[in-house]
């Protein structure tokens, strides 16, 4: 099985800024969409951004703009660079590993977003 590990997350102040890493297991990274999701308190699990394995990107509309999704399949390695936090930003961050049917799940990391 894959398995994915995620950090990056911690506090920050509004408008400040992380960066998220999701290390995936073995030699298939390449072969995989990868995706970032969050979940906050009291909501559903959320898209937040997807890249397919030559870097095509797909954001939710709300973010676009502001965070930036990016892979290195030398390293087997996806980033998701977050600026201009705001507080509705605070969820658990997850990252996804897609392929046909099949989907692998990290054990998520903590972004919070206060003064």
């Known amino acids: 099985q894959v398995q994915l590990v995620e950090s990056g997350g911690g506090l920050v102040q509004p408008g400040g800024s992380l960066r998220l890493s999701c290390e995936a297991s073995?030699?298939?990274?390449?072969?995989?969409?990868m995706g970032w999701y969050r979940q906050a308190p009291g909501k559903q699990r959320e898209l937040v951004a997807t890249?397919?394995?030559?870097?095509?990107?797909n954001y939710a509309d709300s973010l676009k703009g502001r965070f930036t999704i990016s892979r290195d399949n030398a390293k087997n390695t996806m980033y998701l660079q977050m600026n201009s936090l705001k507080p509705e930003d605070t969820a658990v961050y997850y990252c996804?590993?897609?392929?046909?049917?099949?989907?692998?799940w990290g054990q998520g990391t903590q972004v919070t977003v206060a003064s």
């Open positions: 996804n590993a897609h392929f046909q049917i099949t989907d692998y």
């Open positions: 073995g030699s298939i990274f390449s072969i995989f969409t």
């Open positions: 890249i397919a394995r030559g870097g095509s990107t």
